[in-house]
């Protein structure tokens, strides 16, 4: 943060921040306190001697250029940590009333055949061909998620930190997590990120449910430096969402990559460079003709279709998956949490969960 930016937001001049940085001059005790907030620090971080390590509690799986990729963002670790209270909440809800454990969490193992879990996946879902159905790449990570709640698998999905829009993601950050639970197995993925994106990106983090494998991820182009159980999910995510069999017979060898990627990737609703990363899995372009095409596209990816705008109240059971909402505000309503409670935990004011129950009601009907 720039000092000028950071030295507004404490009401106090550049100098006075450079000071404190450079431990000639130390803030008033109120001036600390709006410190740690406007930084996101714990404030009681600022009297320790060293700031402490943070262990993340599930895999970092993320891969970039060669090296994998190392360090997260306050962003990203007080989202992870909003994420896993609400998971606690929610998993202890599940339990209490009775709810069955999640017999696919972990169902195959590193070694099955990618084909085997994707059909299983497929099954589980009741997506046969659900892209045939649907007009457009947001249509149809919408109702990927669904089929994926009604599975029993929770899915969120958010590109800012609560309800602060100006705390948000990158795409090179991470793409989506993965946390494996009998009874709450949850997938997040950015909302920052293209939906086309978001599709594969969906698919990659249900594989890593199905082999019971936690983790924050980046999927994207396979490199010598990608981890095993990445390329593992990654291929289990191409053949859930472009199976061979549906894929091979209707790609033109007398066209350019560029013309079958483009009006196969509408057909599938995944993006131009899963369509060409499939034909290479299939040895119907080589691995020049992909590297050549997938640099062509890398461009395209910073511009794009990003943002979460819309309805407060219609982006709130994305945000947080619908059933964990529904289970939270009519906890809420039937008086066993807390309407402060219910709000901490959807971010939002107590009214507006009754807002929200009034309107989930109002649609019901």
Not at 236 to 258: K, N, Q
Not at 303 to 316: H, I, P, Q, V
Request: charged share 25%; hydrophobic share 40%.
């Amino acid at each position: 943060m720039p000092v000028d930016v950071l030295a507004q937001k404490l009401g106090t001049k550049p100098e006075s921040v450079l000071a404190w940085e450079e431990g000639s001059a130390k803030p008033t005790f109120r001036q600390a306190e709006r410190f740690a907030d406007a930084v996101h620090v714990p404030f009681g971080y600022l009297f320790l001697p060293e700031p402490p390590e943070e262990d993340l509690p599930i895999p970092d799986l993320r891969t970039v250029g060669d090296a994998p990729r190392r360090g997260f963002s306050l962003d990203f670790m007080d989202l992870l940590r909003d994420v896993l209270r609400k998971q606690a909440w929610y998993r202890e809800h599940l339990v209490e009333i009775g709810a069955p454990r999640k017999a696919f969490v972990g169902r195959f193992g590193p070694g099955t055949p990618a084909g085997e879990v994707a059909a299983d996946i497929r099954d589980t879902l009741r997506i046969a061909t659900p892209q045939r159905s649907t007009r457009t790449p947001e249509e149809y990570v919408t109702d990927l998620s669904e089929a994926s709640e009604a599975a029993g698998v929770w899915v969120m999905r958010t590109g800012y930190v609560g309800n602060n829009t100006h705390r948000t993601f990158t795409v090179d950050e991470f793409r989506g997590f993965a946390i494996v639970d009998d009874y709450a197995p949850l997938v997040l993925i950015n909302g920052r990120d293209a939906k086309a994106a978001q599709v594969f990106t969906l698919a990659h983090e249900l594989a890593h449910i199905w082999v019971g494998q936690s983790g924050v991820s980046n999927p994207g182009l396979d490199t010598g430096q990608t981890l095993d159980i990445e390329r593992f999910c990654n291929a289990i995510a191409a053949e859930v969402l472009v199976p061979a069999a549906e894929l091979a017979p209707v790609w033109s060898r007398a066209d350019s990559v560029e013309v079958n990627a483009s009006w196969l990737s509408r057909t599938f609703k995944v993006s131009r460079v899963v369509i060409a990363r499939r034909a290479l899995d299939l040895k119907l372009i080589s691995r020049e003709e992909f590297f050549a095409f997938y640099q062509q596209e890398a461009h395209r990816w910073a511009n794009a279709d990003k943002g979460e705008g819309g309805s407060f109240y219609l982006n709130m059971p994305v945000k947080n998956g619908k059933r964990f909402t529904r289970a939270v505000v009519n906890s809420a309503m039937s008086g066993h949490l807390l309407l402060r409670e219910a709000g901490a935990l959807l971010h939002m004011k107590p009214a507006q969960v009754k807002d929200l129950y009034r309107r989930q009601m109002a649609g019901a009907h």
